[in-house]
């Protein structure tokens, strides 16, 4: 489902706050632990020595438009670079203690060369992370070292996503499925040669980085998420009643997707081995 203003990162309402996630892999960029030892060891309970530590390099994001027809603006990767740096590093975005396994100790915007897809300077955000050499590291460190775990994904949230042609909010319009702004630019569109793409803007928070065996989108991608109460819920309910009214099988699925989202996990599923044992001996 496309979502405007969020990810990547969506009917008629700018969302807040909402989860992004964007992709990309671990750089050939050396991180030296020699030389980033002092930073490491802020991290630390413990004094850490060089070769206690794996120091990798890797491009977190950037503010090229992805095949979402979305970017970050400059700020935001601004504002990343400071909120990304000391934040953990976990696999497959699953978020749980003993899932931690790097940390980011330094975060940085530098401009590699080239333009965008919009016409501006690439800029993109590094990160210096480090890991333990522990016995339960030595098979990711392997991994990382011969280049078989290296795509990365960012968890971020975002305030707004504007406009890249009148810098307006993007709202996801339900009944022509596209996203578009007040003055009717519609994602992924082009006007008088300038393409419409959704910037991503103001962000509120930052996660965690993590390793992904494949990435949400390939290259520069972002995936959409959301908080409950904040993106789909919210469109959903700002909706007027002859506008649901068009869609009567539609909010049928919808009401009862809803009602089996209030049970318990248990009750789930306990229905889905009624089901399938109903569609096998039935």
């Not at 700018?14 to 030892?37: L, Q, V, W, Y």
């Amino acid at each position: 489902m496309p979502i405007c203003g969020n990810l990547t990162g969506k009917e008629g309402l700018n969302t807040d706050n909402e989860m992004k996630f964007k992709s990309f892999a671990i750089s050939k960029a050396k991180a030296d632990a020699a030389a980033d030892i002092d930073l490491i060891n802020q991290y630390a309970m413990k004094t850490l020595a060089p070769e206690d530590v794996f120091c990798f390099s890797v491009v977190l994001s950037n503010n090229d438009v992805d095949r979402d027809m979305e970017c970050l603006s400059d700020k935001s990767l601004d504002e990343l670079a400071e909120m990304l740096t000391g934040k953990t590093g976990i696999m497959d975005h699953i978020n749980r203690a003993h899932n931690q396994v790097a940390r980011l100790y330094r975060v940085e915007v530098e401009t590699p060369g080239g333009m965008n897809r919009l016409g501006k300077t690439l800029r993109q955000l590094r990160g210096s992370a480090y890991m333990l050499r522990t016995e339960e590291n030595k098979a990711l460190i392997a991994s990382i070292e011969g280049g078989i775990t290296k795509e990365v994904s960012i968890s971020f949230q975002v305030k707004r996503v504007a406009c890249s042609i009148c810098d307006k909010d993007l709202k996801f319009d339900w009944r022509t499925y596209t996203c578009r702004c007040e003055n009717d630019h519609v994602k992924g569109s082009e006007y008088d040669g300038k393409l419409c793409a959704g910037v991503l803007d103001d962000v509120t928070d930052a996660y965690e980085f993590s390793f992904v065996a494949v990435p949400a989108n390939k290259g520069a991608g972002v995936a959409k998420g959301f908080n409950p109460g904040t993106s789909v819920h919210k469109a959903f309910l700002q909706m007027s009643m002859e506008q649901l009214s068009e869609f009567p099988e539609a909010n049928e699925a919808v009401i009862k997707h809803l009602q089996m989202a209030n049970t318990s996990a248990d009750e789930r599923a306990k229905r889905a081995a009624i089901r399938k044992f109903a569609e096998e001996n039935l």
